[in-house]
């Protein structure tokens, strides 16, 4: 009976919101991921384009809750969803034609490419300060929970409780949804193929008469068209505050580069790995271990390996220990 | 085509002049190189419709150069290069692509993480009718890449990989097919299956145009063979005379 209580307690703390967590790194990931692959540069305006998409669902998910319109049990911004990549993909092939492609025709170094990301990601940064403020906003509606603790209690008889929020049971489905829908389209379609051709060499996909611009006009309305997704799943899950999304630059990146910088699989491999190292290091294991072990081997503290407030170190600590011993990261990506 | 387009080359009889006609495929007079000083001084190269010439030479005579020249890789100073009769000089590579010229280059010539079916249906890419047809060509001259159809290519070894990569040029059904080096890099074996290969396509009315490192074994095989030395025709012939001629075979053979 304790270990059973150890387990739901185990579920309700890290399993479901390493999920969870993991699926949104693992969408960001993926953008991240099909950038490098493709075009060849790592595209640190990533978090502020997540912003950018998740602010403009904000916008309208306020526009349709004050002329009254809901979704019901799902939250509204799953309708204002589809305005929010619209906008996205408007800006970032915007971002490609006036900033991007000036310096792809010129040819110049992947980090010129990083250097100019980062210009954008500060314009955009910008922008959506000034649209939307820098403070915090609370957007979900609709049910909070697809079942409760109290719920779970009274149906388990167990005295942990375990609760599945609507945020993460959405984010979890949502995310299987995008990633099988995203693997269709680069193995099963011409154009995916199209573009794993040319992410694979680009010569010879020239050579092969493959068309390098629609190749990456589709990547930049993928990427932003995930971007928005994770944005908006972070947001409904967890709140949405500018910075923050700024801030989950590192995580993305580092699963990215754990699951092997230009391969999808690996991005979301790498999502959950990030995900759940942030999770079980800075958990408090006392709750989950009081059930299993004896009162007299429980030690007095939290047994926290390191406090919630450090959990950016984990992803960068694990992304230094990739780097070092397996610089292609889990799956085997590419390295300029 | 009345004018000889033979160059500065001692030898009479090129295949243009003889025919009468224009060759599938000529580059002629060929000046030109990458920018600086130029690496090709009046070069012609021409293919019969079903022949296979070969272009060879010692290192650095500019085999591969006049090879993207008639490519369209390398912008000509001076000269023509036409396809069918057709001046295509002003062309892109993609463009000559689209009009029946397929090339092969010698290093990263596949799609490593795509399955060896996944490089065939690359290769045609520009075509919208049914590939079914060509596809199964290519698997009867190369049954080894329909065992392995659903492999990574870049797990093949490298004759595999070769094959693979002929095998893609194809697959838009060129009227010319252009490989650089072809057998670089794999063992002898596999050189005279690979040679044995590229003579089956061209029976099948596919003119061949090739650079080739193993001069004595490549003009054997070849229609026309052309040995540039410095960017230049030196000797133009075909392949038996070549390997016949006492000079060449001092020079350029190792006796």
Redesign the interface.
């Known amino acids: 009976m304790d270990f059973l209580n150890a387990l739901v307690a185990l579920t309700n703390f890290v399993v479901i919101p390493a999920l969870a967590y993991g699926s949104q790194l693992a969408l960001g990931a993926l953008g991240v991921t099909l950038i490098y692959g493709i075009l060849r540069f790592s595209n640190f305006s990533h978090g502020d384009v997540m912003a950018f998409g998740t602010m403009w669902v904000i916008l309208t998910t306020w526009l349709l809750q004050a002329a009254g319109i809901g979704f019901g049990v799902l939250p509204t911004a799953l309708l204002a969803l589809p305005v929010g990549i619209v906008a996205t993909i408007l800006y970032m092939l915007a971002a490609d034609k006036f900033v991007f492609s000036f310096y792809r025709r010129q040819r110049v170094k992947p980090v010129v490419l990083v250097m100019v990301s980062i210009g954008v990601m500060f314009i955009t940064n910008g922008i959506v300060r000034l649209i939307i403020g820098p403070g915090r906003q609370s957007f979900d509606d609709g049910g909070r929970f697809i079942f409760s603790v109290r719920e779970f209690r009274e149906w388990s008889g167990l005295a942990e409780g375990l609760a599945l929020r609507t945020t993460q049971f959405l984010t979890m489905v949502i995310a299987l949804a995008v990633m099988i829908a995203l693997f269709w389209f680069l193995n099963r379609t011409?154009t995916g193929?199209?573009m794993?051709?040319f992410?694979?060499?680009e010569?010879?996909?020239?050579?092969?008469?493959?068309n390098p611009d629609r190749v990456v006009r589709v990547t930049w309305v993928l990427t932003a068209t995930l971007a928005t997704i994770a944005g908006v799943l972070y947001g409904l899950d967890k709140g949405f505050q500018p910075f923050t999304y700024f801030q989950l630059l590192l995580p993305i990146f580092a699963s990215a580069i754990v699951g092997g910088l230009g391969n999808p699989l690996g991005a979301i491999a790498g999502g959950y790995i990030i995900a759940f190292a942030e999770m079980t290091i800075t958990y408090a294991w006392r709750r989950v271990l009081g059930h299993i072990l004896p009162e007299e081997w429980l030690p007095d503290g939290l047994i926290q390996v390191l406090s919630v407030d450090y959990k950016f170190a984990v992803s960068f600590a694990l992304l230094v220990l990739v780097l070092i011993f397996r610089p292609t990261g889990v799956f085997r990506g590419k390295s300029v | 085509m009345s004018r000889a387009a033979t160059g500065a080359k001692p030898s009479a009889g090129n295949a243009a002049t003889a025919s009468g006609s224009d060759p599938m495929l000529i580059g002629e007079h060929m000046t030109g190189g990458y920018g600086g000083a130029d690496i090709l001084h009046s070069c012609t190269i021409a293919v019969e419709k079903g022949q296979i010439a070969v272009i060879v030479g010692p290192n650095g005579a500019g085999k591969s150069t006049a090879m993207k020249a008639v490519f369209g890789m390398l912008k000509l100073r001076e000269g023509h290069v036409r396809l069918k009769g057709r001046d295509i000089t002003t062309l892109t590579p993609q463009a000559r692509v689209a009009e029946g010229m397929a090339f092969v280059p010698q290093t990263s010539n596949i799609f490593p993480s795509m399955t060896v079916e996944e490089n065939l249906e690359m290769g045609a890419f520009l075509r919208r009718d049914d590939i079914g047809e060509t596809m199964e060509q290519v698997y009867e001259l190369f049954p080894i890449l329909r065992d392995k159809r659903s492999q990574a290519a870049g797990e093949l070894s490298g004759g595999q990989r070769q094959q693979v990569a002929v095998g893609r040029a194809l697959m838009t059904k060129p009227s010319v097919l252009m490989l650089d080096e072809p057998t670089a890099g794999v063992s002898p074996i596999v050189m005279d299956e690979l040679f044995d290969r590229i003579i089956e396509v061209a029976r099948t009315g596919i003119s061949i145009l090739m650079v080739e490192q193993n001069a004595r074994q490549a003009l054997a095989i070849a229609d026309m063979g052309y040995v540039l030395v410095q960017g230049r025709n030196r000797f133009t012939d075909s392949g038996q005379a070549l390997l016949a001629d006492p000079e060449v075979r001092r020079s350029f053979l190792g006796g």
């Open positions: 011409r193929k199209s794993r051709a992410s694979d060499n010569d010879l996909a020239l050579l092969s008469g493959i």
